[in-house]
T-cell receptor
Framework: ETGVTQTPRHLVMGMTNKKSLKCEQH?????MYWYKQSAKKPLELMFVYSLEERVENNSVPSRFSPECPNSSHLFLHLHTLQPEDSALYLCASSPGFTGAKNIQYFGAGTRLSVL | SQQGEEDPQALSIQEGENATMNCSYKTSINNLQWYRQNSGRGLVHLILIRSNEREKHSGRLRVTLDTSKKSSSLLITASRAADTASYFCATDDTGFQKLVFGTGTRLLVSP
């Protein structure tokens, strides 16, 4: 266990559905991240939050909407997804952004399938 | 742009053998990290090496860093079946300190 919990572990949704992914960390970290991992592609950084403030949005389509209500919780709201959005979505946290504080702790991921 | 690229993409060895994976990157870095990922799971941090370090050890892991060649290697000695996983290098983006991950090396260790 890394201290980062993601739910659900698996999710199947239609293109017209709305669903949310949840991430929770109790490590006292200040930074939280959403990544997308597709087969045969590098890990793609989607969003970065620092103390509940979004600090990076890597040109992610608006059908992905993040929310960080507090420093321990991070959500990824999904709506009208496309089949190419099927992937493993990983949440991570880190103490900070510099040096050893940039060591990231990952959740087990949510395997998303869009039909 | 993508920073880390691992080589080889896949590696298959027998238990007890050593496994070496290489990572190349394109720009100046402050640190380089190695992570491991078991199939369908999250990544787990293994080791961090700073740009002013040349070699670092942790248990059966040995990491080297050559900043002049912009490359790093991860050596796993006396491998075990439980080492079967994908291994990723990650470099920090000096502009924002975010990590950029490579495509990974898939390691298979057969009993």
């Amino acid at each position: 266990e890394t201290g980062v919990t993601q739910t659900p572990r698996h999710l199947v949704m239609g293109m017209t559905n709305k669903k949310s992914l949840k991430c929770e960390q109790h490590l006292g970290h200040n930074a939280m991240y959403w990544y997308k991992q597709s087969a045969k592609k590098p890990l793609e950084l989607m969003f970065v939050y620092s103390l509940e403030e979004r600090v990076e949005n890597n040109s992610v389509p608006s059908r992905f909407s993040p929310e960080c209500p507090n420093s321990s919780h991070l959500f990824l709201h999904l709506h009208t997804l496309q089949p190419e959005d099927s992937a493993l979505y990983l949440c991570a946290s880190s103490p900070g952004f510099t040096g050893a504080k940039n060591i990231q702790y990952f959740g087990a991921g949510t395997r998303l399938s869009v039909l | 742009s993508q920073q880390g690229e691992e080589d080889p993409q896949a590696l298959s060895i027998q238990e007890g053998e050593n496994a070496t994976m290489n990572c190349s990157y394109k720009t100046s870095i402050n640190n380089l990290q190695w992570y491991r990922q078991n199939s369908g799971r999250g990544l787990v941090h293994l080791i961090l090496i700073r740009s002013n370090e040349r070699e670092k050890h942790s248990g059966r892991l040995r990491v080297t860093l050559d900043t002049s060649k912009k490359s790093s290697s991860l050596l796993i000695t006396a491998s075990r079946a439980a080492d079967t996983a994908s291994y990723f290098c990650a470099t920090d983006d000096t502009g924002f300190q975010k990590l950029v991950f490579g495509t990974g090396t898939r390691l298979l260790v057969s009993p």
